[in-house]
């Protein structure tokens, strides 16, 4: 009987069942999918840094190289397990062409380094995360160009400079540990020993990475501050092991938080939908549930009746979410699987997903048992002699139609509802503002990332050129015939030097540490600051926003710093954010000591009339090797990845949220309709007109999307903001301000949603035409 039962409400309710269906589907599907992103890139994270023997901690360094005294710290220092030093060939992207022999990389964001396998670790991996081995000839390319370039196995990749010139064929595609990621801007080619060789000998300067693995590695932050303070090579960025981990994890980390989000909003939306939906139904049988308390059915057993069908549908749903899951997992999984390699799958890949289902239909199963008590409120005399559960709790008011001024009758009469039982319509305000938010905020993000203000997170002013000089010989000598030239040109428009050293600070622990300090004129193309401003004069300086944590320092705090040899105290005058050198720098104008100077930038902006991009080959080739860089450039082709994926989860929340809106204001309105029964009969007997009933209906439902549009903007821009503060905290960026369009996030997006509820309402209340609302008075 109770199969019969549910069978027949599925039948009489097919498009509202299934409209259920889905959703609960899509929520488990979402979860499970999230689950199977965050099972994947654990998984296939650890089984790269395991696999390539990652480092440690890894000092970059530029100019001559201390061999022995490296030898002898090693020996000394308890802590470590291995050292090796890797020569990397730093090579001007205008001598390297890939795949394309008439178009080179000058145009690149990327510093292109050509280095041999390395023998102890830090090993380089082809796709199957096996160690590459490349003859005379061939060459690995890192795996982002496969995407950037469309690369193939068989391409030739060439170096040229001057007379020499080399040709490479494609055979393989590196993952590298250290720089996978597309956000980090150098990468590393494989070559064959003898090439190497050849390339070190005719083009490009060499870097070392001088890098080490500890015994233990939960004392990284005692062996950086011995390496710091023993006066060893340090003329370049440093990078450690917790860093590799989340510059590896960063892209796909964040699509699986997005689609976190999005399932437990959507989670709560089925909650609601199913609460609509069982309301609805014991709205309609209102009367048969009286007789079922009249004739002595047990309360327990009619609940069965009523949690049968739920709960078949709850497990059928959550089952069908996950069984798809497995598929569809693959194309939030295809990046990981091509940066990382796809890690064999355990048992927990399936196990934990699953757990995620079963969880979500626990929710959805206890939420059914809590609606259900409100069978404890029927009783058999009311429902027999009423039919309906009545109008519920309202709200008096001094809202008469007599007092009413300049709203039309219809309008009036749906303002006087909505606010005469708020409490049931702000279920449906809940919806939309959730709809809203799960709309404004993929999308908000998305603008965020491809705006050219995104480059101030990066701890460099906007400015529309940059130019980069690595520490070499010369190069010094090189800076200074660059600024005279370019302050000659007439296309130029404004410029900023900006020279990197190396300095000493007392951190919070009193051990003196590295820090990196920029030095210029920063009012030219000045900061975003979290707190305070630029620095002015010899005795302030800006902090990054992680090494301001490090240090303990706020705005007007001081710190003590070791520049030309003596001890110099600072004020703290801002607080920036930055995501690049590990989220760790620092702005002064302090003298320097062109002995610790690691490299030396130019910002550039040109005249309005100039062509940027012809402009930029000019510079490429009058300052060669120098490195030239249209930072509006360097944001597409290092977020670029991140950008297609979360453009993907966009179009997927906008196209969930529309149909959550649509079938809970269907759902809503079949609950309304059925409560309202003798409210429209009486109506229509005193003269009201379909056409004006539905205007009232549909006066209420527009004024719940309006109001719910204002708070789900209202929710976007102060949760949401938050919600991109906690994530940007991680990277050295706390304060990312989405970039809004508010034209489409205040205008075009409200009105959309709004839109599908006034149609839904006009499709909903069609049924007042059928159902015959004019017969009931007679009864």
């Not at 170096?159 to 590298?176: A, C, L, P």
């Not at 989670?267 to 014991?282: D, K, P, Q, W």
């Not at 490090?550 to 105290?569: F, H, I, M, P, S």
């Amino acid at each position: 009987m109770l199969l019969q039962i549910v069978k027949r409400d599925v039948l009489r309710n097919k498009i509202i069942t299934g409209g259920l269906f889905i959703f609960i589907m899509l929520s488990s599907l979402l979860v499970a999918s999230a689950s199977h992103i965050i099972m994947e890139l654990t998984g296939s994270l650890n089984q790269l840094l395991a696999a390539s023997k990652a480092p440690h901690f890894v000092q970059m360094h530029s100019g001559t190289l201390d061999d022995s005294a490296l030898k002898r710290f090693v020996s000394e220092n308890p802590l470590v397990q291995d050292q090796q030093t890797v020569e990397m060939l730093t090579v001007d992207g205008s001598n390297v062409y890939l795949g394309n022999p008439k178009k080179s990389e000058a145009a690149s964001v990327m510093d292109i380094g050509f280095v041999k396998q390395n023998q102890n670790f830090d090993l380089l991996l082809n796709l199957d995360n096996q160690v590459i081995t490349v003859s005379r000839g061939e060459i690995a390319v890192p795996i982002y160009y496969k995407g950037q370039k469309q690369l193939h196995i068989g391409d030739k990749v060439n170096v040229t400079s001057g007379s020499f010139t080399r040709e490479f064929v494609i055979v393989d595609f590196v993952r590298d540990v250290q720089m996978n990621p597309a956000i980090v801007s150098s990468k590393r080619f494989v070559v064959n020993e003898a090439d190497y060789t050849a390339l070190r000998g005719n083009v490009g300067e060499v870097e070392y990475l001088i890098e080490f693995q500890l015994k233990d590695s939960s004392k990284l932050t005692e062996f950086r501050n011995s390496y710091q303070s023993a006066g060893l090579p340090d003329k370049g960025p440093t990078i450690d092991y917790p860093l590799f981990k989340t510059l590896n994890a960063l892209t796909d980390g964040i699509i699986a938080l997005v689609i976190i989000l999005v399932s437990l909003l959507l989670m709560v939306i089925a909650i609601l939908c199913l609460r609509f939906t069982m309301i609805a139904s014991m709205e309609e049988d209102y009367r048969e549930i009286g007789v079922m308390k009249a004739i002595g059915l047990p309360r327990q057993d009619i609940r069965r009746i009523y949690m049968a069908k739920y709960i078949i549908l709850a497990a059928l749903a959550s089952c069908c979410g996950y069984g798809l899951s497995l598929f569809t997992a693959q194309l939030f999984t295809a990046n990981i699987s091509l940066y990382l390699g796809a890690a064999p799958k355990g048992l927990l890949q399936y196990i934990v997903p699953l757990l995620a289902v079963s969880l979500s239909f626990g929710v959805v199963v206890l939420f059914c048992r809590l609606i259900l008590r409100r069978f404890n409120r029927i009783t058999a005399i009311e429902a027999l002699r009423s039919g309906t559960a009545g109008v519920g709790r309202t709200h008096t008011s001094s809202f008469t139609l007599s007092n009413r001024k300049w709203l039309p009758v219809n309008g009036f009469l749906g303002l006087k509802d909505v606010y005469s039982r708020f409490s049931m319509f702000g279920v449906l305000l809940l919806v939309v503002v959730i709809c809203l938010f799960m709309i404004i905020m993929p999308v908000n993000l998305l603008n965020t990332l491809r705006s050219p203000h995104f480059i101030s997170y990066m701890g460099v002013g906007q400015s529309t050129i940059r130019i980069d000089l690595q520490q070499s010989g010369d190069t010094a000598r090189r800076f200074e015939q660059m600024l005279t030239t370019l302050k000659k040109d007439p296309d130029i428009q404004k410029l900023s030097p900006l020279i990197t050293s190396r300095f000493k600070v007392l951190g919070s622990d009193d051990v003196w540490e590295n820090i990196n300090v920029e030095t210029g004129d920063f009012s030219i193309f000045p900061l975003s600051y979290i707190e305070g401003g630029a620095p002015e004069g010899g005795s302030a300086i800006a902090l990054s926003d992680l090494n301001a944590k490090e240090l303990n320092k706020r705005v007007g705090d001081t710190l003590l710093l070791k520049a030309g040899g003596k001890e110099r105290q600072l004020t703290v005058s801002g607080i920036y954010q930055d995501i690049t050198n590990g989220g760790r720098t620092a702005k002064a104008q302090l003298p320097y000591d062109p002995k610790t100077v690691m490299w030396y930038v130019v910002a550039v902006d040109v005249q309005p009339e100039i062509p940027v991009a012809g402009k930029i080959e000019e510079l490429a080739g009058a300052f060669y090797p120098a490195k030239i860089t249209y930072l509006d450039s360097y944001l597409a082709q290092t977020l670029g990845n991140t950008v297609k994926q979360l453009r993907m989860v966009t179009i997927l929340a906008i196209t969930i949220s529309i149909s959550i809106a649509v079938l809970i204001t269907s759902l809503f309105l079949k609950m309304l309709l059925a409560k309202d029964s003798t409210q429209i009969t009486i109506l229509r007997s005193i003269g009201f007109t379909v056409a004006d009933i539905r205007r009232q209906y549909l006066s209420r439902t527009l004024l719940i999307a309006g109001l719910g549009s204002l708070l789900g903007i209202l929710t976007a821009g102060t949760i949401g903001q938050s919600l991109v503060h906690v994530l940007g905290s991680f990277l050295g960026a706390s304060r990312i301000q989405l970039e809004v369009d508010p034209v489409l996030a205040y205008l075009i997006l409200p009105a959309g949603l709004m839109l599908a509820v006034a149609v839904t309402t006009i499709g909903s209340t069609e049924s007042i035409h059928k159902s015959g609302f004019t017969n009931k008075i007679a009864d």
